[in-house]
């Protein structure tokens, strides 16, 4: 069980680094770094843009399920709600699994597309609007599986989350503590 709550976790963080590296594209202009988009701004010179936590504008309502795990006996989590939310992501995870898997196909034919010398328009318009349309699939797959997450916790449960949340060292705070911490 704790093996398929750690897998749960892992397809769980890099579909949020996905969906964070669609809204970027809405939110900023410049492309996020689909499989496509990145060989572009390799060739073009560009650095690479990693997604932010600060991209996702929801983040501050919402709450994901690795925090929650990581306190549950801090927000006094009751075993039914374990149940249901370990359900919803199971659930949310064969829908990611399945739409990573033709996102990743037709960011490969988008890919192969623009490496022709003279791609068409049209063909490559047609292409990108179907890459867009599994990204929206997939951030509205990730948003429901997080508003039901909130729905199954009480008003104190998300305050008391909230306040962890806050309270955490950022991503690249933790990195830098592990690191000195280790001896590097």
Known sequence: ???????LIAAVCATTAQGQQAQAIRRSGPPADTAATGQMR????????????????????????ELVMRNQAGINLQETQRTKI?????????????????LSGEEEKLN???????????AVLAQMDRVLSLEQTLKRTQM????????????EQQTALSRLRRDEPAPEAALMIQRRGGGG
């Open 1 to 7: 069980m704790r093996l398929v709550n750690s897998l």
């Open 112 to 122: 192969r597309l623009l490496q022709e010398p003279n791609p068409t328009e049209q």
């Open 86 to 102: 370990v359900s919803e992501m199971a659930q949310a995870q064969v829908k990611f699994t399945e739409i990573q898997w033709s």
């Open 144 to 155: 429901t599986m997080l508003v039901r997450i909130k729905n199954l916790l009480t008003q």
């Open 42 to 65: 390799h060739e073009l010179g560009a650095a690479p843009r990693a997604p932010r936590a600060a991209d996702d504008a929801y983040s501050q309502f919402l709450y994901a399920p």
